[in-house]
């Protein structure tokens, strides 16, 4: 089957209208709270809001057709959906020497920009994106949270306070992205919402190798 057949089937299924229908409302909701500078700036976002709605549709519907993806499909809510771990999955991510192995994976020849990386933010955990790779100063930038320094002394120096930390995937920690889990003080709370950009980021996870992404 041809991907533009693939495609053709999803827009026949309710769970596209759905999934559509959900993120329309999310969307627009955000739109309209949101802090624009001009007329313009919020024209373009409308503009641009129908690509990438159907866009993330087709592709979280294609994920789950296609059984590239542990996550459940919430359409009603157009979301992810997983059991949440009593606490954040930030095992064998927290001393020093722990820190130094994450490093070193990033590090590693076959990491490039577009991957799709895990990042903590105080209480939950975003999919973001590696968007620069700074071989020489042996650092990379994530698309949302910015820098990160790979050396165990630059990264205790930078991150002091900050509240980020960039985390080595493994499959408990994207699926707590993916699906928005969020503690206080390591108690589940009400999960949040991953934006469009989350969701349309986690269609490209490689479950089997989170160094590859996938072509969705």
């Not at 976002?45 to 919430?74: C, F, K, W």
Request: charged share 20%; with cysteine.
């Amino acid at each position: 089957m041809t991907q533009s057949s693939f495609w053709q089937k999803h827009t026949e299924t309710g769970d596209f209208a759905e999934l559509c229908n959900g993120l329309y409302q999310r969307e627009i909701g955000l739109i309209a709270k949101g802090d624009y500078a001009n007329a313009q700036a919020v024209q373009a976002r409308l503009q641009s809001l129908p690509y990438y709605i159907n866009r993330t549709a087709h592709a979280m519907i294609e994920v789950i057709y296609q059984g590239l993806s542990p996550l459940q499909l919430d359409s009603q809510n157009a979301t992810w959906s997983a059991k949440q771990n009593t606490k954040i999955p930030l095992s064998g991510q927290e001393t020093p020497q722990e820190r130094a192995k994450v490093f070193t994976w990033y590090l590693q020849e076959d990491i490039s920009v577009g991957l799709a990386v895990p990042v903590l933010l105080v209480d939950h955990i975003i999919i973001d994106c590696i968007d620069r790779i700074d071989v020489d100063k042996q650092r990379l930038r994530t698309n949302v949270a910015g820098w990160f320094s790979l050396t165990a002394f630059n990264s205790a120096n930078e991150d002091k306070g900050v509240g980020k930390q960039l985390l080595k995937p493994n499959k408990k920690i994207m699926v707590s992205a993916c699906a928005g889990h969020y503690w206080q003080r390591n108690s589940r709370q009400v999960p949040i919402i991953p934006s469009l950009r989350e969701l349309l980021l986690s269609c490209s996870i490689n479950w089997k190798n989170f160094k590859k992404p996938l072509a969705i």
